[in-house]
Structures are given as structure tokens and as C-alpha cells.
T-cell receptor
Framework: DAGVIQSPRHEVTEMGQEVTLRCKPI?????LFWYRQTMMRGLELLIY????????DSGMPEDRFSAKMPNASFSTLKIQPSEPRDSAVYFC????????????FGPGTRLTVT | KNQVEQSPQSLIILEGKNCTLQ??????????LRWYKQDTGRGPVSLTI?????NTKSNGRYTATLDADTKQSSLHITASQLSDSASYIC????????????FGTGTRLKVLA
């Protein structure tokens, strides 16, 4: 298996622009997670899905952030409008229930908002 | 407040030496504790996971310990290698069956030749 795939790997955008991050989980995994990592705050869970349904979005910082999972093999995290403080590395991870909830992380998308 | 604190923030050691990283948590109730290794520019990779009843677990040269009474965990790295240079993140789950993980900010380890 190719593991969790994220795109793009790097994104540079100007403040106010819309940003869309993409994730393809490991085939067969029924949980998908979006995380944000910064030097100051470390890793933070933004939202997670089970069988394509959002279960907990309490970590989403504000209404500018939204996430969707239209099918079992694809998810997006959208920021609109983007702000400089959104600059971070965004990770997607997937998991298969029953495997000790082990999460497998993608390589991340480094977002820079200028 | 549920928190996970790691120490030291950073550490530099010579290749071949041993080192121990610390993790203290205040998460309650407690379900499990994980240690992740994160190489620069990569996503975290799980090293070990321990539940309440386990007090030690090994993965090659990595050995994690857990004291649920004092709410402390340590990760011991034996005979360090250059490839051990990475950030090590302690993660605690407060509820069984959920994904409400509390992450520490990590210890950045540098192994020098």
C-alpha cells in the first residue's frame, strides 16, 4: 500500500485566498483525521471522520475551516479566507478500528500564508 | 486541564550513547499512551503503545515505560544511531474507544557522529 497520500506537499498563498488540502487514506481504513502542527502548539486534532461522516470537529479553529469526505478514498480540508496565522503543517492520518486505533500519518502539507 | 508535558525540549548526544526522554501527563481518565517518532519533513510514526496495565514495552532499541500512578512515561533509546535524530512525541488518550488524543510538544533529539 502507498500509505496516506496528501497533496500538495507545499502551498504558498496570499492572505484572503482559498486553500484546499487533499488527502487519500489507506485503502480499507474507516477513520480519517486532520491535524495541524506548529512549533508553538505541536500537533492538534482538527476533525475526524468515521465511514465518511464527521464525528468530532471541535478542534476546527473557526468557521473559515471546513472539511469534507465525499467518499472512503478522499477528503479535503478547506480554508477560506486564509490568514497568516494559518501557516502550519497539516497532516492527514487514517486508521482501522480494531487495530489498537493505530493511526498512520501522511507526509503533510506545509502551508504558508503571506 | 488535560495536558502532556515532555522534557527535555531538545537533546544532543553522541552516537552510541543512551538517552531517556520524559513525558508527564495529567489526562484523566487514562486509556493509553503512545510514543511517536517524527523525522524532519515527515509525518509521525508510532513506536509503542501502552495501556493502563502495561508498564514497559520495547520496539528494538526503543523501550517505553509507564507509571500510571505517578502519570509518567519515559522513552529510553539504547546505543543511539544517527538515524535516531528526530522529534519524539508523547500522546495520551483520555477515553477508551475515542480519538481524543492529547499531544505533547515533543523532544527534539540530535545524534552526532
Amino acid at each position: 500500500d502507498a500509505g496516506v497520500i496528501q497533496s500538495p506537499r507545499h502551498e504558498v498563498t496570499e492572505m484572503g485566498q482559498e486553500v484546499t488540502l487533499r488527502c487519500k487514506p489507506i485503502s480499507g481504513h474507516d477513520y480519517l483525521f486532520w491535524y495541524r502542527q506548529t512549533m508553538m502548539r505541536g500537533l492538534e486534532l482538527l476533525i475526524y471522520f468515521n465511514n465518511n461522516v464527521p464525528i468530532d470537529d471541535s478542534g476546527m479553529p473557526e468557521d473559515r475551516f471546513s472539511a469534507k469526505m465525499p467518499n472512503a478514498s478522499f477528503s479535503t480540508l478547506k480554508i477560506q479566507p486564509s490568514e497568516p496565522r494559518d501557516s502550519a503543517v497539516y497532516f492527514c492520518a487514517s486508521s482501522l478500528r480494531g487495530s489498537s486505533y493505530e493511526q498512520y500519518f501522511g507526509p503533510g502539507t506545509r502551508l504558508t500564508v503571506t | 486541564k488535560n495536558q502532556v508535558e515532555q522534557s527535555p525540549q531538545s537533546l544532543i548526544i553522541l552516537e552510541g550513547k543512551n538517552c531517556t526522554l520524559q513525558c508527564n501527563y495529567t489526562v484523566s481518565p487514562f486509556s493509553n499512551l503512545r510514543w511517536y517518532k517524527q523525522d524532519t519533513g515527515r509525518g509521525p510514526v508510532s513506536l509503542t503503545i501502552m495501556t493502563f496495565s502495561e508498564n514497559t514495552k520495547s520496539n528494538g532499541r526503543y523501550t517505553a515505560t509507564l507509571d500510571a500512578d505517578t502519570k509518567q512515561s519515559s522513552l529510553h533509546i539504547t546505543a543511539s544511531q544517527l538515524s535516531d535524530s528526530a522529534s519524539y512525541i508523547c500522546v495520551v488518550s483520555g477515553d477508551s474507544g475515542t480519538y481524543k488524543y492529547i499531544f505533547g510538544t515533543g523532544t527534539r533529539l540530535k545524534v552526532l557522529a
